[in-house]
């Protein structure tokens, strides 16, 4: 029986299509197949970013001993978790419930109705110091169970899928309070690591909706703790090991409290709501660090994750090279830093960078992760900056990790508003070019009116998930405030009316995950999504599209259709805290005052025109910016329902808003 990923679009499929396993990609085919074999399925669900799902791979699927046995028991199904977020989504629920944790690989066994029975994450090929049972012994274990206990199976079967249908409904109605937002700024305080910056303790990830979150109250109480806490978590971000310091952009989370080691994939995800967070930070304090930053990873994303000709933003970069490398395309060792350096730049770089005899990388203890370990002198600028674009040049000439060029439409439309975020506040009108361009490609090939946005630009399935629609929309608004090209709102709106058909719960309020209309196994269960887990949650960016569709239109349906979503939510705002931080930033739209900005005045060069590129660049949260084409140039502000006299000269306008 042949393996049938080969014909597969995803990355990470076509990456196992040589081996041994006879694996299935997900669909009606396998369940068929295993329910007419009267076999357990394998669930395998990864991605090609994945440092673990690689070394399962090289460990066990292509075993031949290991594929032997998995072909003969099981139906083996492979699943890319960013083409089927859905699919993972509910499994990652139900092994959560068996093992306590989620994560990628994801090893799960079903039965062929689809619901888990066992699961875990990676398990090493024989039993090992960790605890984890060796996967042959598990696969003899669950084989045997299966025919020998099926009355266990099908009662622990049924009780998981019971437990995820409960868990996927997020909602928990509540009142929004000014007390609920200052609560949930609070709650986020008391995780914050003082001493490293960031929240929690190791391993630690970036929580970019949060900053934007406590750096919005800070601007309204001006709370010193607050501004600390989002300028020493950027600052330490930006220090650490986990942001790219000879390429630009960042690596997808710290292995340590520090943020020193990192795991060196780099997601388009965290990147666009990164870049986000360091522009409103330089937005709001004017630290040029934070604006190297995010000059750095624009670039990075220009060079390495965009497609210009076609319109796209690529998915991700790959943390390792090869089976059995552990970023060694991104660290270096002493001697490899002073081979491409003069002897100036390289005790600079060394000294800066921490780049000794013993670096941080177990698996080649001379291997160094550069961080930021202490600043050069004035002196010193032009040689760590020479050094580092020799670092550069060096390292272009190994083998580059794979990059996956999936274009999906929630993380495109992501990546889009950034750039148009980063065009304005870095005046880079490049940006704004490629995420018009992407943003026009997403509008023209993925929208289909009645059945709303596909989740991978150029493939018609899978469609109907509630993230592509509301990150498009999110990202037409940012087009329409940029460009004041009335057709962005009008495509917003359009999506936010699907999405009232086909994705909203007139019951309680909030919004499914997945569009009415069901599917195999799990996914006939529709969830209600609130936690930011890693990316923002849809009903969290919902609710913000619909703050901002009634600040832009002053409707009062879009006024009622935000308190019902985030009535339907507000109690479970507390539980979240950290997670719960795109929500807890649209609760800041509905209970604080709105900032409108209105210019009008001819099109092209102008007072005008700056008058709106000053709109743009101003810090304020909860801003909305409005172009208007007319005669003379006029720039008005509201704050609530309180506005100013017209004025007509950008520098009375940066005093207006100053």
Same mark, same amino acid.
């Given at each position: 029986?042949?393996?049938?990923?080969?014909?597969?679009?995803?990355?990470?499929?076509?990456?196992?299509?040589?081996? =041994?396993?006879?694996?299935?990609?997900?669909?009606?085919?396998?369940?068929?197949?295993?329910?007419?074999?009267?076999?357990?399925?394998?669930?395998?669900?990864?991605?090609?970013?994945?440092?673990?799902?690689?070394?399962?791979? @090289?460990?066990?699927?292509?075993? =031949? @001993?290991?594929?032997?046995?998995?072909?003969?028991?099981?139906?083996?199904?492979?699943?890319?978790?960013?083409?089927?977020?859905?699919?993972?989504?509910?499994? &990652?629920?139900?092994?959560?419930?068996?093992?306590?944790?989620?994560?990628?690989?994801?090893?799960?066994?079903?039965?062929?109705?689809?619901?888990?029975?066992?699961?875990?994450?990676?398990?090493?090929?024989?039993?090992?110091?960790?605890?984890?049972?060796?996967?042959?012994?598990?696969?003899?274990?669950?084989?045997?169970?299966?025919?020998?206990?099926?009355?266990?199976?099908?009662?622990?079967?049924?009780?998981?899928?019971?437990?995820?249908?409960?868990?996927?409904?997020?909602?928990?109605?509540?009142?929004?309070?000014?007390?609920?937002?200052?609560?949930?700024?609070?709650?986020?305080?008391?995780?914050?690591?003082?001493?490293?910056?960031?929240?929690?303790?190791?391993?630690?990830?970036?929580?970019?909706?949060?900053?934007?979150?406590?750096?919005?109250?800070?601007?309204? #109480? !001006?709370?010193?703790?607050?501004?600390?806490?989002?300028?020493?978590?950027? %600052?330490?971000?930006?220090?650490?090991?986990?942001?790219?310091?000879?390429?630009?952009?960042?690596? !997808?989370?710290?292995?340590?409290?520090?943020?020193?080691?990192?795991?060196?994939?780099?997601?388009?995800?965290?990147?666009?709501?990164?870049?986000?967070?360091?522009?409103?930070?330089?937005?709001?304090?004017?630290?040029?660090?934070?604006?190297? +930053?995010?000059?750095?990873?624009?670039?990075?994303?220009?060079?390495?994750?965009?497609?210009?000709?076609?319109?796209?933003?690529?998915?991700?970069?790959?943390?390792?090279?090869?089976?059995?490398?552990?970023?060694?395309?991104?660290?270096?060792?002493?001697? %490899?830093?002073?081979?491409?350096?003069?002897?100036?730049?390289?005790?600079?770089?060394?000294?800066?960078?921490?780049?000794?005899?013993?670096?941080?990388?177990?698996?080649?203890?001379?291997?160094?992760?550069?961080?930021?370990?202490?600043?050069?002198?004035?002196?010193?600028?032009?040689?760590?900056?020479?050094?580092?674009?020799?670092?550069?040049?060096?390292?272009?000439?190994?083998?580059?990790?794979?990059?996956?060029?999936?274009?999906?439409?929630?993380?495109?439309?992501?990546?889009?508003?950034?750039?148009?975020?980063?065009?304005?506040?870095?005046?880079? =009108?490049?940006?704004?070019?490629?995420?018009?361009? +992407?943003?026009?490609?997403?509008?023209?090939?993925?929208?289909? +009116?009645?059945?709303?946005?596909?989740?991978?630009?150029?493939?018609?399935?899978?469609?109907?998930?509630?993230?592509?629609?509301?990150?498009?929309? #999110?990202?037409?608004?940012?087009?329409?405030?940029?460009?004041?090209?009335?057709?962005?709102?009008?495509?917003?709106?359009?999506?936010?009316?699907?999405?009232?058909?086909?994705?909203?719960?007139?019951?309680?309020?909030?919004?499914?995950?997945?569009?009415?209309?069901?599917?195999?196994?799990?996914?006939? #269960?529709?969830?209600?999504?609130?936690?930011?887990?890693?990316?923002?949650?849809?009903?969290?960016?919902?609710?913000?599209?619909?703050?901002?569709?009634?600040?832009?239109?002053?409707?009062?349906?879009? !006024?009622?259709?935000?308190?019902?979503?985030?009535?339907?939510?507000?109690?479970?705002?507390?539980?979240?805290?950290?997670?719960?931080?795109?929500?807890?930033?649209?609760?800041?739209?509905?209970?604080?005052?709105?900032?409108?900005?209105?210019?009008?005045?001819?099109?092209?060069?102008?007072?005008?025109?700056?008058?709106?590129?000053?709109?743009? &660049?101003?810090?304020? =949260?909860?801003?909305?910016?409005? !172009?208007?084409?007319?005669?003379?140039?006029?720039?008005?502000?509201?704050?609530?329902?309180?506005?100013?006299?017209?004025?007509?000269?950008?520098?009375?306008?940066?005093?207006?808003?100053?």
């Amino acid at each position: 029986m042949p393996n049938l990923l080969g014909s597969e679009p995803s990355a990470y499929l076509q990456s196992a299509a040589h081996q =041994p396993v006879h694996w299935l990609p997900w669909g009606d085919t396998a369940f068929a197949r295993a329910q007419g074999e009267d076999k357990p399925i394998l669930l395998d669900i990864g991605a090609v970013w994945c440092h673990w799902c690689h070394v399962m791979d @090289g460990e066990s699927y292509e075993d =031949p @001993g290991v594929a032997e046995v998995l072909n003969r028991d099981f139906v083996c199904v492979k699943v890319d978790r960013d083409e089927r977020p859905d699919v993972d989504t509910r499994y &990652q629920r139900a092994v959560q419930a068996l093992s306590g944790q989620g994560g990628w690989p994801l090893t799960a066994f079903l039965t062929p109705g689809g619901e888990v029975f066992f699961g875990g994450t990676y398990f090493p090929p024989e039993h090992n110091h960790y605890g984890r049972p060796g996967f042959r012994t598990v696969l003899t274990e669950i084989a045997r169970a299966y025919r020998e206990d099926r009355e266990k199976v099908t009662a622990n079967a049924r009780a998981i899928g019971q437990h995820v249908a409960e868990s996927l409904n997020e909602g928990k109605a509540g009142s929004v309070t000014p007390a609920l937002v200052d609560a949930g700024a609070d709650q986020m305080a008391r995780m914050f690591d003082i001493r490293y910056g960031g929240f929690g303790s190791a391993p630690k990830f970036p929580h970019p909706a949060a900053c934007e979150f406590l750096l919005a109250r800070w601007h309204d #109480t !001006r709370l010193d703790w607050q501004r600390e806490v989002v300028e020493k978590t950027l %600052e330490a971000m930006a220090r650490g090991g986990i942001r790219d310091h000879v390429g630009g952009g960042f690596h !997808r989370y710290a292995t340590d409290e520090r943020w020193i080691v990192p795991h060196f994939e780099k997601m388009s995800y965290d990147n666009s709501e990164l870049l986000r967070a360091y522009l409103s930070a330089y937005q709001a304090f004017g630290t040029p660090l934070f604006r190297e +930053v995010a000059t750095g990873t624009v670039d990075w994303v220009l060079e390495v994750l965009s497609d210009r000709e076609t319109g796209a933003f690529y998915t991700s970069q790959d943390a390792d090279v090869a089976f059995g490398d552990d970023g060694d395309y991104w660290t270096w060792t002493l001697e %490899e830093t002073k081979a491409g350096l003069t002897a100036g730049e390289a005790a600079v770089v060394a000294r800066v960078f921490d780049i000794g005899e013993t670096g941080e990388m177990h698996h080649n203890p001379k291997k160094n992760v550069l961080w930021w370990k202490q600043d050069a002198a004035d002196d010193e600028r032009g040689l760590l900056m020479d050094g580092l674009r020799r670092l550069k040049s060096a390292r272009d000439k190994r083998k580059t990790p794979f990059v996956d060029r999936a274009a999906y439409v929630n993380w495109n439309a992501m990546m889009a508003a950034a750039f148009l975020h980063a065009g304005a506040v870095l005046d880079r =009108p490049e940006c704004n070019v490629l995420a018009l361009k +992407v943003l026009e490609r997403i509008w023209n090939e993925a929208w289909g +009116v009645g059945s709303g946005m596909c989740h991978a630009l150029g493939r018609a399935e899978p469609r109907g998930l509630l993230d592509d629609n509301v990150q498009a929309a #999110t990202a037409f608004l940012d087009a329409y405030e940029a460009t004041g090209n009335a057709e962005w709102l009008e495509r917003a709106i359009a999506i936010m009316t699907y999405c009232r058909g086909a994705h909203w719960d007139e019951k309680t309020g909030g919004y499914f995950d997945v569009a009415a209309g069901g599917g195999a196994a799990y996914l006939a #269960t529709r969830g209600k999504p609130v936690q930011d887990a890693p990316t923002p949650s849809p009903n969290g960016v919902a609710a913000l599209v619909l703050a901002r569709l009634w600040a832009l239109t002053d409707e009062a349906e879009w !006024r009622m259709q935000l308190d019902r979503q985030l009535g339907a939510f507000a109690g479970a705002a507390g539980e979240l805290s950290l997670h719960g931080a795109t929500l807890l930033r649209a609760a800041d739209w509905a209970v604080h005052p709105a900032t409108r900005i209105e210019v009008a005045g001819p099109a092209g060069e102008g007072p005008a025109c700056a008058m709106h590129l000053l709109a743009l &660049q101003a810090y304020r =949260p909860r801003k909305v910016v409005v !172009r208007r084409i007319a005669t003379a140039p006029a720039a008005t502000v509201c704050v609530g329902t309180t506005c100013s006299l017209p004025v007509d000269a950008p520098a009375r306008l940066t005093e207006l808003l100053a």
